[in-house]
C-alpha cells in the first residue's frame, strides 16, 4: 500500500509546488490584463519525524563461500569377497557406533575358523604331552644320577676298607694286639676255671640235694661256654703270633680288586645318567617347538577370526547413512564400496584471501548464511586454518564449526561473514526509505523545510536499518517514517529523531 501511494504521487507530479505556482503565474499573465489575478492553493503542511542523518561505526565484514561438509565421511568397503547377505540400513537412516550394516556369506570363513580352532587345540595338547614327557624324563635322568653318585660312594668306601683291610693284613698285627690278645686268653682261662669250680660244687651240692638237678645242667653250661671262650682266645693268639697266612693275603687283595671294579663301574653308571641327561635337553627344545607351533596355531585362529569379522561391516561411528552403493544379492569383493556414511559436526569449509587471513584465528566466530536455510543465520566457530595455502590464488583453507542445525545437509552452499575491523557507515530506518522500479529513494527537508524526494542506493541490511552508499550526506535531515503521508514540496512540520 505504501508503494502504491507513491508511485502515484511519482508519476502525477502535479503537485504545486512555488516553483510550478510561479510558472503558472507567468504564464497566465501573457493573456489576462494587469488586473487579472491567479489564484494560487496553499502549501501543504504535514508534520513526520525527521532525523539527521550521521555516521555509525559498526563492524566490517568479508564475506567468504564454501560449502557444508561433515567433520567424518567415510565409505565403508568389504574387506572379504563374498555375497551380500543383507544391508539393515538406507540412505538418512542414522546409525549407532558398532551397528551391523551389512552382512556378507561367510561360510567359508567360518569353516577355516573351525579348522584354525582345530590345528590350536592339536598343539595345545602336543604341547602338553612334550611337558609332561620333558618332566618325566628329567625326573628319571635325576633319580638315576644320585643313584650312580650314591653307588659310586659305597664302592669308593668299599675300595677304602678294603685297601685298609690289606694294608692290614700285609703289616701284621702290632706288639700292642699281641699283648691284647694274650689278656684275652688270660681272662677266658680265669673264667673257664671259675666255671669247672662252679660245675663241682654243684655236682656236689645235687648230690646231697641241696640244690635242684636243673642247677647242674646250668652250671655245665656255662663251664661248656666258658671253654669255648677259652680255646677262641688261645687261636687268636696263636694267630696272632704266626701273622697272616697266604689265604688272607690273597683274600683281602682280592677284595682290594672287587672294589676297584665296583668303584669303575659305579663311575660308568654315573657317566652314563649324566649323558641321558641330553635326553633331557632334547626334551626341553621339544617343548619349545610346541610352544611355538602353539603360537603359530593361535595366530592362524586369531587371523582367522579377523577375517570372519570382515563379513560384518559394522558402523565406525554415530552417524547417518548418505550413500548406498549394492543392494543384497551383489557379489562382493575386495574394496568394493558399500556404504557411505558421515557423522561428527557440520562444518563450513570456505577459501580465505591471504589478506585477511590475520582476522581469522582459531576459535574466532562469524555469522553464516547458508541459502537453503532462507534468512535464518547460524553461529560457526572457526576450528582449522589449513596452514599451506594455494601459491596460485594465495588462498587458506578455512573450516567453521556450525552451531547445531538438523537442516544443514552436507553440499550446501553457504557464506561466512569475517569481522575485519570497525568501519564508519551511513545508516537510516528502513522505513525511511521506499522504492520503485528497482530504485530506492527518501524525502530530504531542505533548509526551508521543504520535503525533496531524492533518489539513493542501497547497502548492506543491519538490523532493521539500511546502508547507504550513495544520495546523502551527513547532516542531512530525512523523514523517519510514515513517508506514505509525504509529498514532494510538502512543509515538514518536524519533530528531529
Known sequence: MRKTNHVKKFDNLLLFTPALALLMLGVGGCGQSSESKVVVSAQRRVRADVLTVSTTAIPSTYAVTGSIKALLNTTLASKAMGRVVSISVREGDLVRQGQEVVSIDNRELQAAVNVA??????SVVGEGSAKTSAVMEDRTTRAAIAQSESALMQSQAALAAAEARRDQVNAGLRKQEISQSHLVVSQAESTYKLARLELERTRILVAEGALAARELDLAQNRCDLAKGQFDIARESESMAKEGAR????????????????????????????????????????????AQAQVKHASAVDQSARVALSYSQILAPYPGRVVQRYVDPGALASV????????GGDYRLETVVPESILKSVKVGTTAKIQIDALGARDLTGQVVEIVPQGDPASHTFNVKFRLSTSTDVKSGMFGRAQIQTGMALRTLVPQSATWEKQGLHYVFVVNQQGIARLRMITWGDRIGDKIEILSGLNVGDKVISGRVTDVSDGDKIEASQS
Not at 580352532?117 to 592339536?122: D, G, I, T
Not at 687283595?253 to 632334547?282: C, F, H, P, Y
Open 335 to 342: 574394496g568394493t564400496p558399500l556404504l557411505g556414511i558421515e
Open 246 to 289: 697266604s689265604q688272607e693275603i690273597r683274600a683281602v687283595q682280592e677284595a682290594v680288586v672287587q672294589a676297584g671294579a665296583s668303584v669303575r663301574q659305579a663311575k660308568s653308571a654315573l657317566a652314563q645318567a649324566r649323558a641321558a641327561a641330553m635326553t633331557v635337553a632334547l626334551k626341553r627344545k621339544e617343548v619349545e617347538v
Open 117 to 122: 580352532q582345530a590345528n590350536l587345540q592339536a
